[in-house]
């Protein structure tokens, strides 16, 4: 009677700490499936917020200076997200900008156009936003727009030098040179006023993060 009371109590101290283990064994995988829906509930969330700054262009009648604030963040974004050094390294974001009328952008039809039919983010910034920001230090912003918002003047052969000079606050100006800066930021302008379409969009289909958009343009607006 005393060994099977014994045995009794072994079977049931083993039956109790299986139970305990078994319980222990649940809430871990509880709490492991707790924490993998939460950490995708955050990831999902992480993709929603970054697709809503992009996905706000996707929309008619987009204006320029929108589509270069876009363009810049393209930028900064590839430049930090997806090269060598970077250590998430997602896909290159990409956008293209189509359908433009160079001639449409002009102050005079002989002029040397700056605006190219298209565009995508790395072109857009070596043939044009460098060319504008070189304009930019040139000047000031505040001095190169009042040249701009005075451009009939300024390019005038016979008053347009002196014009100039009174803009710019200085007794000696390279006329020449001034001319031909103020009709490319001139079509720089009218770029920004100008109105685009989005017509597509695309994502990563591993990351559902959105990495390509595409735009036409439409118009100049006033």
């Known amino acids: 009677m005393e060994n099977a009371s014994k045995a009794l109590l072994m079977a049931a101290g083993v039956l109790i700490a299986l139970i305990i283990i078994g319980a222990l064994l649940l809430m871990f ?35 320029g200076n929108e589509l270069i604030s876009l363009t810049n963040r393209i930028i900064d974004y590839n430049e930090r997200k997806t090269s060598d050094i970077s250590d998430e390294k997602y896909e290159k974001m990409r956008i293209e900008i189509k359908g433009i009328k ?10 040397l156009e700056l605006i190219k039919t298209s565009y995508n983010q790395d072109d857009i910034k070596s043939k044009l936003l460098n060319e504008i920001q070189k304009i930019e230090k040139k000047y000031e912003i505040k001095y190169i727009s009042k040249l701009v918002s005075n451009i009939s003047n300024v390019v005038d ?59 036409e343009f439409v118009k100049i607006g006033d």
Do not use: H
């Open 102 to 111: 160079p001639k449409d952008f002009l102050y005079e039809q002989n002029n």
């Open 157 to 215: 052969d016979n008053n347009g030098e002196n014009k100039a000079k009174e803009i710019l606050n200085k007794s000696t100006i390279n006329f020449n040179e001034v001319k031909e800066d103020t009709k490319k930021y001139y079509q720089y302008t009218q770029l920004k006023k100008a109105y685009f379409n989005c017509t597509d969009r695309k994502y990563n289909s591993n990351t559902g993060r959105i990495v390509s958009m595409t735009f």
């Open 29 to 63: 995988n509880n709490l492991s499936n707790y924490q993998e829906t939460n950490t995708q509930n955050t990831r999902e969330s992480q993709i929603v917020e970054f697709n809503k700054q992009f996905e706000t262009y996707d929309r008619n009648d987009v204006r």
